[in-house]
């Protein structure tokens, strides 16, 4: 009788920076289009959603940013080319992005080659260091 800890294969973590805490979310965006490998090349640009997200503090606002991003891929089946950060309210924790892209085409390969669940808030902490934004964030895959 017993166990021990494992270290299961079901997260992934990047490193993100940014100048401001714009950038910061953009940069957050794009490393996670980047880690499920979607072709972006591959998506027309005749659609768009836009969305707006309420917050308690910044480092909430990241994390529900990244994860509407990955409702709007699951969900929603809306294939994001590109995105405009159209306002962004710190004061309040609040951000409105556009997204542009199209409705997922079940006969389309989009290329997505790794499955995120969702964006932890495992250890989440935005921090400036020598002027530069930067924060580690954790996805369940």
Do not use: C
Request: charged share 35%; proline share 1%.
């Amino acid at each position: 009788m017993g166990y021990k800890l494992i270290n299961p294969k079901a997260d992934i973590g990047i490193e993100v920076w940014g100048k401001d805490e714009k950038e910061l979310i953009e940069e957050s965006i794009r490393a996670l289009l980047d880690l499920i490998e979607i072709d972006r090349s591959q998506i027309g640009e005749k659609d768009s959603m836009t969305v707006e997200i309420e917050s308690i503090d910044s480092e909430d606002l990241l994390i529900s940013t990244l994860n509407t991003v990955i409702y709007l891929l699951d969900a929603k089946k809306f294939a994001i080319k590109d995105f405009q950060i159209e306002n962004l309210d710190l004061k309040n924790y609040r951000v409105k992005i556009k997204f542009i892209g199209e409705k997922w085409k079940e006969n389309k390969d989009y290329g997505i080659t790794r499955e995120i669940k969702a964006a932890t808030y495992h250890n989440i902490s935005i921090k400036r260091e020598k002027g530069v934004l930067k924060t580690e964030i954790i996805f369940d895959v």
